[in-house]
């Protein structure tokens, strides 16, 4: 352990770096993020650990502030993060356990925590070929259900995930963590308003589904194979009446036993990887 923390001493020499206390701006930073509870107008979000920034630094994620606790630094991975993120990041402090342990919030804190902006898409970095698959969530309220279908249209291989009737912030902790790193590199972009959304998929041609157990088309059903986006709604409320009323169509899944519907996370699991798989493998696997 004296080797391991000699190491990471000698790679944080040449940036000086201060060691801040509790009442430091980087440190009630962290905190205020974790809580949500204060305006964010920058977008950052806490990468704690070794694992999450990693990912966000594979991804190449603005490191806003890279703070350090090496009495908590216990692996070489951890050691070789720091002196990748050093040069990237734009503030770097030290900070003692004691403080360390007071904004950390897994059990074991590995002594490391970064500050990150999240990445911002606009509609111009956007491409589609002929069998495009977009996911768009329409006021889905819950930030861990909207983490998990962000999730998901990594897994499957979506394009995108568009979203309207934002209902939690997408720095939310929670979002954050249930995305597992997909947050990082998905396409994610916010329309002001439902005519907004679905006037750009048309001029896209995308054809545009209704997650709704009234359809009389099942989603096994449907042949796909061309542009697709998938339409869900609020845990609550579903999907925004203004959509009933545009050029769509349903698809429903099943309900095979006592329960009329899925939770939203599910749900579009099985709606994305069918269509997916069908545009993007030529069928079913």
Not at 243 to 270: H, Q
Request: hydrophobic content about 45%; glycine content about 6%.
């Amino acid at each position: 352990m004296a080797e391991l923390r000699d190491k990471l001493d000698a790679i944080l020499a040449p940036f000086r770096p201060l060691n801040v206390g509790e009442g430091h701006a980087a440190v009630r930073t962290v905190k205020n993020v974790q809580t949500n509870a204060k305006p964010n107008p920058l977008k950052l979000f806490v990468a704690e650990g070794f694992w999450l920034a990693t990912l966000a630094l594979n991804d190449g994620l603005e490191f806003e502030t890279l703070l350090v606790a090496p009495e908590c630094v216990y692996t070489n991975e951890c050691v070789s993060l720091v002196e990748r993120a050093l040069p990237v990041a734009k503030e770097v402090y030290t900070v003692s356990e004691k403080v360390f342990r007071k904004i950390a919030e897994k059990d074991k804190p590995d002594g490391v925590i970064a500050i990150c902006r999240m990445k911002e898409w606009a509609l111009k970095d956007l491409s589609f070929d002929d069998k495009a698959v977009v996911l768009i969530l329409d006021g889905v309220e819950i930030p861990g259900n909207m983490g998990t279908l962000v999730r998901v249209a990594d897994g499957a291989g979506a394009d995108a995930v568009f979203i309207v009737n934002r209902k939690a912030r997408l720095t939310h902790p929670k979002f954050i963590h249930s995305t597992m790193g997909a947050a990082f590199h998905v396409p994610i972009v916010e329309f002001e308003s439902v005519d907004s959304c679905f006037d750009y998929l048309k001029s896209k041609r995308f054809t545009v589904y209704l997650a709704d157990s009234r359809a009389e088309k099942m989603y096994y059903e449907l042949p796909f194979g061309n542009r697709v986006a998938f339409v869900m709604g609020s845990e609550r409320y579903g999907i925004s009446r203004v959509w009933y009323d545009k050029e769509v169509d349903l698809v429903a899944i099943p309900m095979l036993g006592k329960c009329d519907s899925l939770n939203v996370g599910v749900a579009g699991t099985v709606l994305l990887y069918e269509a997916c798989v069908k545009n993007k493998l030529g069928g079913r696997p």
